[in-house]
């Protein structure tokens, strides 16, 4: 429940609702992927897997970046107590 609190406050501070994927980008990855994907599967499953997938890397890349800018512009002072 934690992972998934964490995942959808990221997505919302990437705004995932941005992310798109054009029909270019899905014909580009079926063409070099089409052997992926079993035989007998229809174009419409494909297409919705595919934009689902790549809408996912996208996503990843995006809260890796923000993740990035984050650490770069934090200031972290470390205080430790001896006793």
Do not use: C, M, W
């Not at 994907?37 to 997938?53: N, S, Y």
């Amino acid at each position: 429940v934690r992972q998934t609190n964490v995942q959808l406050s990221l997505q919302k501070l990437v705004n995932a609702d941005s992310i798109k994927i054009s029909d270019k980008e899905i014909a580009d990855y079926v063409a070099k992927n089409k052997d992926a994907f079993p035989a007998g599967t229809k174009q419409e499953e494909i297409d919705k897997q595919v934009r689902e997938q790549l809408k996912n890397e996208k996503l990843s890349a995006s809260v890796q970046k923000f993740i990035e800018k984050i650490k770069a512009e934090a200031k972290i002072t470390y205080f430790h107590e001896y006793k």
